[in-house]
């Protein structure tokens, strides 16, 4: 099965700062690739697929790019409300469907 | 506005068995694929098992297989997984989620606990 290393695991940051996020497939995955925001004590949201479409609603500070195997996910400017766990996952023909580990972003 | 509401959890035995449902309303639940995703305490997320739109195709991952069944009833708008020989580690948030495209998962319920202890 293919891994997905994500990284950093945990990431402090201020508000207005641009944060970005990586994940690395362990082999070519093309851009089959998705973004999630989970806050806590609430059910993940989809925020961005196929590498780079941002999900309908999602605001336009988010963004996501890369393909192949490397992959990256950025806020332009970090706001309070993104304080959040953001993990990356990983789709194929068939299952399973495959998380990153996470990253925890917490205030500054 | 699509909404999927998850029941059944709660705490049983190992070996023991337990049943969630998932109830969707909003969207023509006949022609999506849906699936089931776990969180344990502290935790990622995990995949569970996934169910094609007219059962057609259902797919468990490695740690679920031969113990969870997934199912589902298109006429009362219902998914559900049966979990049978539970062990400590199924302990986890279990969400049901609707397969919006190929393959992201679109919306989520709020999830239902599963605790697997003596």
């Known amino acids: 099965d293919i891994q997905m290393t994500q990284s950093p695991s945990s990431l402090s940051a201020s508000v207005g700062d641009r944060v970005t996020i990586t994940c690395q497939a362990s082999q070519d995955i093309s851009n089959s690739l998705n973004w999630y925001q989970q806050k806590p004590g609430k059910a993940p949201k989809l925020l961005i697929y196929d590498a780079s479409n941002l999900e309908t609603g999602v605001p336009s500070r988010f963004s996501g790019g890369g393909s192949g195997t490397d992959f990256s996910f950025t806020i332009s400017s970090l706001q309070p409300e993104d304080i959040a766990t953001y993990y990356c996952q990983h789709y194929d023909n068939l299952p399973p469907y495959i998380f990153g580990q996470g990253t925890k972003l917490e205030l500054k | 506005e699509v909404q999927l509401v998850e029941s059944g959890g709660g705490l049983v035995k190992p070996g023991g068995s337990l049943r969630l449902s998932c109830e969707a309303s909003g969207f023509s639940f006949s022609t999506y694929t849906m699936n089931w995703l776990r969180q344990a305490p502290g935790r990622g997320l995990e995949w569970v098992s996934s169910?094609?739109?007219?059962?057609?195709?259902?797919y468990y991952g490695d740690s679920v297989k031969g113990r969870f069944t997934i199912s589902r009833d298109n006429s009362k708008n219902s998914l559900y997984l049966q979990m049978d020989s539970l062990r400590a580690e199924d302990t986890a948030v279990y969400y049901c989620?609707?397969?919006?495209?190929?393959?992201?998962?679109?919306?989520w319920g709020l999830g239902t606990l599963v605790i697997v202890s003596s």
């Open positions: 169910i094609s739109s007219r059962s057609t195709f259902i």
């Open positions: 989620a609707r397969e919006g495209g190929f393959v992201h998962f679109d919306y």
